[in-house]
Nanobody
Framework: QVLLVESGGGLVQAGDSLTLSCAAS????????VAWFRQAPGKEREFVAA???????HYSDSVKGRFTISRDNARNMVYLEMNRLSTDDTAVYYC??????????????????WGQGTQVTVSS
């Protein structure tokens, strides 16, 4: 069975940092692009960051400079380090894998496998 499992979410204060993890079973993450998306209450799921098979990284404008996506191929995991968190970052965070073309990184339909999500709540 192929699974993605996110972990590391929680309740933090504005300005704090948090690192999310995405673990895969049944799939070698290094052969796929991996992305983080998030969905806040009442809003659509939105792209946060992605790391491609070449290890090139892409970020949404709202997190650029604050969030860092990284891979650990030996552990078959991907991380999202989040710094200077604000209340606007409150959402359920999902990791996803796929092989989207560069222009479609933000397209949910391009990502074939999703985790169940982990809640991040930032209090003011």
């Amino acid at each position: 069975q192929v699974l993605l499992v996110e972990s590391g979410g929680g309740l933090v204060q504005a300005g704090d940092s948090l690192t999310l993890s995405c673990a895969a079973s049944g799939r070698t993450l290094s052969t796929y692009a991996v992305a983080w998306f998030r969905q806040a209450p009442g809003k659509e799921r939105e792209f946060v960051a992605a790391v491609r098979q070449t290890n090139t990284k892409h970020y949404s404008d709202s997190v650029k400079g604050r969030f860092t996506i990284s891979r650990d191929n030996a552990r078959n995991m991907v991380y999202l380090e989040m710094n200077r968190l604000s209340t606007d970052d409150t959402a359920v965070y999902y990791c996803a894998t796929g092989r989207p073309i560069l222009s479609a990184l933000r397209d949910l339909q391009m990502w074939g496998l999703w985790g169940q999500g982990t809640q991040v709540t930032v209090s003011s």
